[in-house]
Structures are given as structure tokens and as C-alpha cells.
């Protein structure tokens, strides 16, 4: 259970992120003009704001609801002169990285990319594995030995090296590639899940029943056989979520990850490669990634044990 | 031959099967060549009338229940021809055989791998009448599912619920129901009762007899129960080793059983009085493997009127004694 809250919690705050740290004010009004949620929309009119500015020129009519932290990711506070990572004070909580960035901005922001890469790229490797597992179990044959060899050649490499090649090759980086680079690169284990549980199920008598009944190989693995099988992939699920936020964390620390503009856990870490490792640009980041892994293998664990009909009565 | 090997009930039988083999492929060494096969199925031909319920019986592993699915075409015959009403099941096309499939279902032995774990019973049962559009709509899909359920004696309040908040027994009527749902003439049923406690196999065994009067079904009853074979079945094949030994009208076989193995397999089956003296037959050693059964008739090893230079060297064919009794075997 603490698992799953934590989990909604992160979703929480990757949704509100803008609520929880922004360069612009939640509602503003300001020089006769009345403006609603300028955090989220960002409207022309104030382009060259920011919440430290705004507040200077505030006139006797201007007034405004601020977020938790009013720094945005990728704002920079300049009214410290010059560039250093400033340490936790009441104005930045978690203090600035090397280019006066807030850190706790960071990481609220972070978190948003952390998850969408986990999510959408295992949404996409499950959903290959899936489709590559579900065809080579079902069919068998020459679908099987030929997808069971592509497979192993797959495995054969190390994935976050392969991974790091990818990136490390391509022109240029992005949060979307990353996705989809660890989705078409992770889908291996899922798919060989798929397989062996497909061939569990397809022995079951209600398979064969479908097939008597006149049914389509399509409407058998649809309604028969893989909602009998997916219970052990989304276990794998739980904790493909928390591998590729740590890959995604690994990739922009080393700096082929996402690009310089999107604000990440990793990029948070990176940045303190070059100011001698401040304490607090490497413990927030690295406390965020703890309680994200932790919750998505705890999870994982507890779907494991939710499936796992041996362990069901225990758990009653 | 194979108006010598079955004798017929109508003139045009509803089902005549003629000479189905299923032959396993074994597989062995690094380029997987097949190396030897296990023939479960070896040239049976039967013929199944209209309404009429045929028993089939052997021990476990003589190839019933494959002889069954293979019928069906759930497992490919390797050889041989399937006639349903006229048409030739083994030639049919993918998409004709799914059509055609809902003249022919199945009712399985385990009532517990037969359904579906994730389907409530509605869509395990409607499911065939939406693939066959015997009903159109969901409404009418439900009343076609209620009419069934009622049919093998459940309420329709069991609609919306799963396999698992069933019993045994009540999961084999939802399992008939199913093969029910296409509106067949014909139904496997492949050891529907094995599973089952005493009681309930009386209940189900009555349903499929009150099913069969009622909608005209004929039957291919798998079992290793002969007393339960005897009551249902019109006439009564024996399975030895992938091959037909002996086929009669039950009143014959159980009266006058010709074939030694028969004889054995009767003489098996418990006598409901405990002074009546009878004569047991044990048989010697094991089933010999189907991968390379004996030369000769396949029976001989274990055989006690076996006669050497014959039943060792020629396999018996399948031979009329009377009208409607045939059995292979040279001492008959």
C-alpha cells in the first residue's frame, strides 16, 4: 500500500508540477489585466516575466497567487551575480544548481519526465512484447523459432550499452526518442513472458473449446488466451517502470539523454559533475529517484504476490 | 473396407469415419528430424447414425480421446476421411471449417480447464451464438443464453456470474451448454463424467440423454466407465492401441464379448453384489508403447489365447461374426 500511494503521489505531483514550482504566478493581476493560470498557459504578454520581477513592479492594484516555489526549471536566478550552485536557503528550498536553477523546481519538473518515459516507453515494449510473445507461443513453429532467435540475439547485447550507442549516434536527443530507443530495445523479457505463458494457457481445455465453437485465432488470443496470461507482465510492468527512470536518469547524467532544455532528475546530476558535487544537487535528485524505484519495485512486488495464487490465501 | 469394418444403423450415417490416423511426430537431435512417431490414432473407421450414441472405450492413452478431437479437427488427422451428413470434414478450408464447426462440438473431461476463468457464463455460452449470429443483439443473446441454461438446469441468475462461483457438476452443465449454444447434431463428449463425484454423473449422464431426446443429438461417448458406456450407448467400440478391436451393439458386446481385451475390460468392472463369484482376468504387463507396438496383432504380448506363428506375425483384420458385431482378432 505504501507503495501504490507513493506511486499516486509521484503521478500527483508530475500533473501539478506547474501548481508546485513555476516561473509564473497561479492567477495574476497585474497592470489592469486579469489572468488566470499564466503558470500553465505561459501567455505572450508576460514572455519576459518572471515571478522575482513581477512582484518588484507589483502597483498598488497588483496582486497574485503564487506557487509552492516560485521558480520555474529552466529559469535561471541571476539576482545572485553570477553563476554558482547557491546552497538551501528560504528563497530557493533545495537550492541551485551550478547556473542558479532551483533545484527543487527541477525535480518537481523531473518528475513529469521520469514518468512519462517510464510510462510510454514500457507501454511500448510491453505492447511489442505482447504482440512478438502472444504470435510465437500461439502459432508456434517457424513464427516461434524465428522470433525466439531474434530474441536471443537481442539479449545478447547489454541493454544499456546498446541503449547508449543508440543515443550516442544519433544526431540529436529527445525526450520522445528516448522512448521510444528504450522501448524497441527493452521489449525482450516481456515478449519471452508472453511466449511461456501462452504456451501454459493454450493447453487449457477452454482454448480448444473456442476453437470448436468456430472461433478466429485472432478472437482466441484476444479474449481467451492473453487475458489469461497477462498477469505476470504487468508484474514485469511494475518494475519496467522503474528501470527505465533509471535508465532515463542514467542517459541524461552521462548527457545522451533527454536534450539540455528538458529539466530531469539526470540532468540535475549532471550539473553537479561540473561544481564539484554539492551535496544538495546530488542528495535531492538521488532521494527522488530512491522513492521512485523503491515504490514501482514495491509495486511490483505486491502484484507479484497478488497473482501468485500459491501466496493468496496468505494474504487474505 | 470400411463398409466391412462399421456396420451402419441408417444407410447414410450422420457421421462416417474412415480410416483416421494421427500420428505424432517425435523429434530428436540438433536439426530436430523426426525420428519415430507415436501413432495415438491408427486407421479407425466408424460410423455414427443420426441421434444415435456410440460409447468408445480403452484404457487410458489408446488414443480415445485423440480419435475424438481428431473428428473434430482439433488436432489434424495425419490420414484418413471425415463425412459429416455427406461433406467431407477433412477437406474443408479454414474459413468453411470455422462455419462448419457448429454442427460438431465437444464436451471435455475436466470441468475445471474448460472454461474460461475471465468470461462470465453469459459470454461463455453466448459466445457461439454471436460467432454463428444465431441471435442478433445483446438482448437476444441473452435470451439465447437464458433458454440454454435452462436447458441443462441452471437458473438464469447464474449469467453474470464466473466459472469459479460454480461447482464441479454445475461447471459441466455450463460446459454443455456451450457446445449446446451452436445448435449442433453431433457432440464429442470426452469423458464429461471422469471428473465428476458418483452423484453428480447420474445427473449429467440423465441431462445428456434428456438433451438427446429432445434435440435429436447423436453422441461419441468417451469413457472408461463401461456400466456408465452400456446405459447410454447404442453400440460400443473398444479401443486398443490406437486401433478398434471390437464394435457391437452394447447388448452383444456385454453379453458376448469376443475379443479377449473386451473380455479382460468386462471383467474389470465391479459387481454390484458382493457374493457373485466371477471370473477376473488380470492382464500381464503394460500397454505397449505406441511408438513401436508389437508385430502382429498388437494384443499378443498380453494376450492368453494368443497362438505363436500367427497373432505375433499377421495383424488381424477387422471381421464380421454376426449381424453388427465385427472384431479383429484370429481366435474369435
Known amino acids: 500500500m505504501a507503495g501504490l500511494a507513493t506511486v499516486v503521489l509521484l503521478v500527483l505531483v508530475a500533473v501539478f508540477a506547474d501548481f508546485l514550482a513555476s516561473r509564473l504566478p497561479i492567477y495574476l493581476h497585474f497592470e489592469g489585466e486579469t489572468y488566470w493560470f499564466p503558470n500553465v498557459r505561459d501567455p505572450p504578454a508576460l514572455r519576459a516575466w518572471d515571478n522575482d520581477r513581477l512582484e518588484e513592479a507589483f502597483g498598488e492594484d497588483d496582486w497574485a497567487v503564487m506557487p509552492l516555489v516560485p521558480w520555474g526549471p529552466n529559469q535561471d536566478d541571476l539576482s545572485m551575480g553570477g553563476a554558482s550552485a547557491r546552497p538551501p536557503d528560504g528563497r530557493h528550498p533545495l537550492g541551485t544548481d551550478s547556473v542558479g536553477r532551483d533545484v527543487f523546481a527541477g525535480i518537481v519538473h523531473g518528475t513529469r519526465i521520469a514518468l512519462s518515459v517510464g510510462f510510454v516507453a514500457v507501454g511500448l515494449y510491453v505492447l511489442i512484447g505482447i504482440m512478438i510473445g502472444a504470435a510465437a507461443g500461439y502459432f508456434g513453429g517457424i513464427i516461434d523459432s524465428v522470433s525466439s532467435r531474434v530474441i536471443e540475439v537481442m539479449l545478447s547485447f547489454p541493454t544499456f550499452f546498446f541503449i547508449l550507442t543508440v543515443q550516442g549516434l544519433l544526431p540529436s536527443t529527445s525526450i520522445l526518442q ?6 524497441l ?82 540532468r540535475i546530476l549532471n550539473d553537479a559533475r ?6 544538495w544537487t546530488t542528495f535531492y535528485p538521488g532521494l527522488a529517484l530512491f522513492f521512485t524505484l523503491t515504490a514501482y519495485n514495491v509495486v511490483g512486488e505486491g502484484l507479484r504476490d497478488a497473482i501468485d495464487p500459491r501466496l493468496r490465501g496468505d494474504l487474505g | 473396407m470400411a463398409d466391412e469394418n462399421a456396420p451402419t444403423a441408417t444407410p447414410e450415417p450422420l457421421v462416417r469415419v474412415v480410416g483416421l490416423k494421427k500420428h505424432f511426430p517425435l523429434r530428436s537431435g540438433f536439426f530436430s528430424r523426426r525420428t519415430a512417431f507415436v501413432r495415438a490414432v491408427d486407421g479407425v473407421s466408424l460410423d455414427i447414425g443420426a441421434s444415435e450414441t456410440v460409447g468408445l472405450v480403452g484404457e487410458s492413452g489408446c488414443g480415445k480421446s485423440t480419435f475424438g478431437r481428431a473428428i473434430l479437427r482439433l488436432i489434424e488427422p495425419t ?19 470455422r462455419r462448419f464447426r457448429r454442427h460438431m462440438q465437444i464436451i471435455f473431461q475436466d470441468p475445471y480447464s474448460s472454461l474460461n476463468p475471465r468470461m462470465k457464463v453469459k459470454d461463455i455460452v453466448g459466445e457461439p451464438v454471436r460467432i454463428h449470429g444465431l441471435a442478433s443483439g445483446r438482448r437476444a443473446v441473452d435470451d439465447e443464453v437464458v433458454a440454454l441454461l435452462e436447458k441443462v438446469g441452471l437458473g438464469s441468475s447464474a449469467m453474470t456470474r464466473y466459472p469459479h462461483e460454480f461447482s464441479g457438476g454445475q461447471r459441466q452443465r455450463i460446459g454443455v451448454a456451450r457446445a449446446l449454444a451452436a445448435r449442433p447434431r453431433f457432440i464429442v463428449a470426452d469423458e464429461p463424467l471422469s471428473a465428476l463425484d458418483v452423484s453428480i454423473q447420474a445427473q449429467i449422464v440423465n441431462l445428456l440423454k434428456d438433451l438427446q431426446e429432445e434435440l435429436g443429438l447423436a453422441y461419441l461417448f468417451i469413457a472408461h466407465d463401461l456400466k456408465i458406456v452400456e446405459y447410454l450407448s447404442r453400440r460400443v467400440a473398444v479401443m486398443y492401441l490406437g486401433k478398434v478391436v471390437e464394435l457391437a451393439s452394447s447388448q452383444d458386446l456385454y453379453k458376448d464379448p469376443l475379443h479377449p481385451y473386451t473380455r479382460a475390460l468386462l471383467s474389470a468392472v465391479p459387481v454390484p453384489s458382493p457374493g457373485a463369484k466371477r471370473a477376473r482376468i488380470l492382464l500381464a504387463g503394460d500397454v505397449p508403447s505406441p511408438i513401436r507396438p508389437p508385430p502382429g496383432c498388437s494384443f499378443h504380448p ?9 497373432c505375433d506375425k499377421e495383424a488381424p483384420a477387422l471381421r464380421p461374426i454376426s449381424t453388427g458385431h465385427v472384431v479383429a482378432c484370429h481366435k474369435a
Open chain 2, 302 to 310: 498380453r494376450c492368453s489365447i494368443a497362438e505363436k506363428g500367427l
Open chain 1, 274 to 279: 561540473s561544481t564539484n558535487y554539492p551535496w
Open chain 1, 185 to 266: 530495445t527493452r521489449w525482450t523479457d516481456v515478449a519471452r513472458l508472453v511466449r511461456a505463458e501462452v504456451l501454459r494457457v493454450t493447453t487449457h481445455d477452454y482454448v480448444m473449446a473456442a476453437r470448436a465453437t468456430g472461433a478466429t485465432d485472432l478472437r482466441i488470443v484476444a479474449r481467451h488466451v492473453l487475458p489469461n496470461s497477462l498477469g505476470p507482465v504487468l508484474v514485469a510492468a511494475s518494475f519496467g517502470v522503474a528501470g527505465a527512470v533509471l535508465v532515463e536518469a542514467a542517459l541524461s547524467f552521462l548527457g545522451v539523454g533527454t536534450n539540455i532544455v528538458t529539466p530531469s532528475w539526470g
Open chain 2, 79 to 97: 490420414a484418413g476421411t471425415v463425412h459429416f451428413d455427406g461433406r467431407d470434414v477433412v477437406a474443408l478450408g479454414a474459413r468453411e471449417l
Open chain 1, 178 to 183: 528516448l522512448m521510444v530507443v528504450i522501448g
